[in-house]
């Protein structure tokens, strides 16, 4: 798999730069040890 951006840990942080990078069609993948949303939900 290539992708263009590897973004770690799928909390606020994460979840919020997926949006951005998917709102300017560019390629990424999240990476996340627990679950989504890990320490908040
Ligand atoms: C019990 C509790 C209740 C809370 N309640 C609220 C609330 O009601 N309202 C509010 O605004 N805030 C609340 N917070 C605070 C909120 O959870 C944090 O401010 C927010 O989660 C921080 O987001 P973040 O993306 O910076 O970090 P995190 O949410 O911690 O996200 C980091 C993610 O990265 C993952 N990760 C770390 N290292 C790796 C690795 N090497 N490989 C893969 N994945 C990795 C972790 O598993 C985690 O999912 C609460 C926090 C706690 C602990």
Request: hydrophobic share 50%; glycine share 10%; net charge positive.
């Amino acid at each position: 798999m290539r992708t263009s951006v590897v973004i770690i840990g799928a909390g606020h942080a994460g979840l919020a730069m997926s949006r951005c990078l998917a709102a300017r069609s560019m390629d990424h993948v999240v990476l996340e040890r627990g679950e989504v949303a890990n320490s908040w939900k």
